[in-house]
């Protein structure tokens, strides 16, 4: 089994709403990561986590908060988000931070 | 990032063979992947090479050449199915690294 949930699949939110991604994986991988993926772009990383710490945080807006409660789930808080940030939003994980990494099916995200 | 780079798009028909270059830089270069993505879905692993030569799998084939930087991956007996965009990816620094990735269509 490797596969990565993540809810909802489709979000649409106005620049002062606040809401939350969710990411779920039962497969024992040690690290989790978020991808921002934008209209025929490659996936852009966000954020790593490896054994529930941030360890990977590539210079990501503060209207984007990560939280890893446990070692299966990955959140990411958005907040004040502008319309350039729409794009589908990609969960992965994988063994450790060096194995094959497996993708969710994302999260399309609409910012008005 | 890293240079990662492939070919925009490409054509083949069904039934025939594509091979999608990729050549990367090779400074702080830990592995490559191959991930298939389809329009408005996520990426799924097609292969991961470390090490030099081919590696096969079904009718996927990956090939690394690590003092190249080159890669390439071959699909063969191509379905209509196959019709997505291919993405190389190399590992830095426990991160992935993605090439825009190739527009594979394939035509009946």
């Known amino acids: 089994d490797t596969e990565v949930t993540q809810t909802p699949k489709h979000l649409v939110m106005g620049m002062t709403n606040k809401k939350s991604l969710k990411c779920e994986q039962h497969?024992?991988?040690?690290?989790m990561y978020w991808y921002k993926q934008k209209a025929k772009k490659p996936p852009e990383l966000m954020f790593v986590?490896?054994?529930?710490?941030?360890?990977i945080n590539e210079s990501v807006p503060s209207r984007f908060s990560p939280e890893c409660p446990n070692s299966s789930l990955l959140n990411l808080h958005l907040h004040a988000l502008q319309p350039e940030d729409s794009a589908l939003y990609l969960c992965?994980?994988?063994?450790?931070?060096?194995?094959?990494?497996?993708f969710g099916p994302g999260t399309r995200l609409t910012v008005l | 990032g890293q240079n990662i780079d492939q070919p925009t798009e490409m054509t083949a028909t069904e039934g025939a063979i594509v091979q999608i270059n990729c050549t990367y830089q090779?400074?702080?270069?830990?592995?490559l992947f191959w991930y298939q993505q389809h329009a408005g879905e996520a990426p799924t692993f097609l292969s991961y090479?470390?090490?030099?030569g081919l590696e096969e799998k079904g009718r996927f084939s990956s090939f690394l050449s690590r003092s190249k930087g080159y890669s390439y991956l071959l699909l063969k007996e191509l379905q209509m199915k196959d019709s997505a965009s291919y993405l190389c990816?190399?590992?830095?620094?426990?991160?992935?690294?993605f090439g825009a990735g190739t527009t594979v269509t394939v035509r009946a």
């Open positions: 497969m024992g991988h040690r690290a």
């Open positions: 090479n470390v090490l030099d």
């Open positions: 990816a190399g590992v830095y620094d426990y991160k992935l690294s």
């Open positions: 992965a994980s994988s063994q450790g931070e060096m194995d094959t990494q497996y």
């Open positions: 986590y490896s054994y529930e710490k941030l360890s």
């Open positions: 090779t400074s702080g270069f830990n592995g």
